[in-house]
């Protein structure tokens, strides 16, 4: 149990254009999903937590209109990388968490490269 | 403000050499303390979760422990195919995201 699955698992794309990435809890229903990004040999970094219903809440330093963040159902949460520059580039995870736990359950991760 | 240290950063063993992981934290009050393995390019898996200090909890060649101040991610005659960064993290209070560790990686040498 506690899956979560990403799509795409990578994904090209040219400077300026906008890249979505879905999250999705596939065995059990999330009311709140997080969005993390990571560099290489580099720990994760928390870009936003998403609650379904209401506006993401996003950590200090993230753009909040470049990195769009939709949680429109209780088992998909949506980031859409808006005009996407090369500095962009990262691979990005997101994680839900299973009402009434603490465990959060990661996505396998999407690599996005912007050339 | 809420820390999670973990240490060494770094750690290379044989196989067969048992070793632990430490991961110790400051936080304001602890609802949960979480270890994951993360592969290269994968997402990172979960493998145990902690509640109180004195709990131990343990997998195949992995056992977690927790202190007061402290956990530690016990390996004991470790294989190749353990190497991976642990992940130490804690939950603090209510709905709030965990607080992660830098992480320790593992290189487990045939």
């Known amino acids: 149990g506690a899956v979560v699955s990403q799509h795409p698992s990578w994904v090209i794309c040219k400077s300026g254009t906008s890249v979505k990435i879905e999250c999705r809890s596939l065995?059990?229903?999330?009311?709140?999903m997080f969005w993390y990004r990571q560099f290489p040999k580099q720990s994760l970094m928390l870009m936003a937590t998403s609650n379904e219903g209401s506006k993401a809440t996003y950590e200090q330093g993230v753009e909040k209109d470049k990195f769009l963040i939709n949680h429109a159902s209780l088992t998909l949460s949506t980031l859409t990388v808006t005009s996407a520059h090369p500095e962009d580039s990262s691979f990005y995870i997101c994680s839900a968490r299973p009402p009434g736990r603490g465990e959060q359950f990661f996505g396998p991760g999407t690599r996005l490269t912007v050339l | 403000e809420d820390q999670v240290t973990q240490s060494p950063e770094a750690l290379r063993l044989q196989e067969g050499e048992s070793s632990s992981l430490n991961c110790s934290y400051t936080v304001s009050g602890l609802r949960g303390l979480f270890w994951y393995r993360q592969d290269p390019g994968k997402g990172p898996e979960f493998l145990f979760t902690?509640?109180?200090a004195g709990e131990e909890k343990e997998k195949e060649r992995l056992k977690a422990t927790l202190t007061k101040k402290e956990s530690f991610l016990h390996i004991t005659a470790p294989k190749p195919e353990d190497s991976a960064t642990y992940l130490c993290a804690v939950q603090v209070s209510g709905n709030t995201p965990l607080v992660f560790g830098k992480g320790t990686r593992l290189s487990v040498i045939a």
């Open positions: 065995d059990f229903q999330a009311t709140t």
């Open positions: 902690l509640y109180s």
